[in-house]
């Protein structure tokens, strides 16, 4: 039998690094085309909604923080837009909303970021961040009301609705591999 020399158990070790970083760099860059939605279809999604691709907005009365009122139906006619449904309290909603407040998520895109809230304009002011309520427009609905026409009960809820205001896609749950570049691809 042969006597393993230094030499040898080098070799090994090495070879053991070589197949570590090459599973790390796999997975990495994997994660990073998920990151980015290259790679992904709407119906890659959980849609635990009543909502379907192609059908268009279900009638949905929204107030903006300022009083006003319109309807999804009329939001999603006039021009692409992503609608975030999120509740206040919410862990992934915050992390959501966190991630949309970044400096540039949809300068130059051909769509709109829209959240809309349930619960009132004070819940909505407390629990989206600064950067969000400056940059993107945001509603308030009843929580009732959201469920009636969509049976949105899961938070967040991402709907895009493209040019026509047909939807284009539904994410119940929030997953980071919905990015601007998989927005940008299905948002026409």
């Not at 070879?15 to 994660?31: K, M, R």
């Not at 290259?38 to 907005?57: H, R, V, W």
Request: with cysteine.
């Amino acid at each position: 039998m042969p006597v393993a020399t230094k030499k040898s158990i080098g070799y090994l070790l090495l070879a053991g690094v070589v197949i570590f970083a090459a599973v790390f760099l796999g997975i990495h860059t994997a994660n990073l085309l998920a990151w980015n939605g290259s790679n992904l279809s709407p119906e890659d999604f959980s849609n635990q909604t009543s909502l379907k691709i192609g059908d268009s907005a279900p009638y949905l009365s929204i107030v903006a923080l300022d009083g006003s009122s319109t309807t999804l139906e009329e939001l999603s006619r006039k021009n692409p837009v992503i609608v975030a449904f999120v509740m206040p309290g919410c862990g992934p909603c915050g992390e959501l909303l966190k991630d949309w407040s970044t400096s540039g998520f949809a300068e130059g895109t051909n769509w709109k970021p829209v959240v809309v809230v349930e619960g009132s304009a004070d819940e909505a002011r407390k629990s989206v961040p600064p950067a969000v309520l400056s940059r993107y427009s945001v509603f308030t609905c009843d929580e009732d009301a959201l469920v009636d026409a969509a049976n949105i009960t899961v938070s967040p809820t991402l709907v895009g609705f493209g040019a026509n205001g047909k939807i284009r896609f539904v994410s119940s749950g929030y997953t980071k591999q919905a990015g601007a570049k998989f927005f940008s691809k299905y948002l026409r």
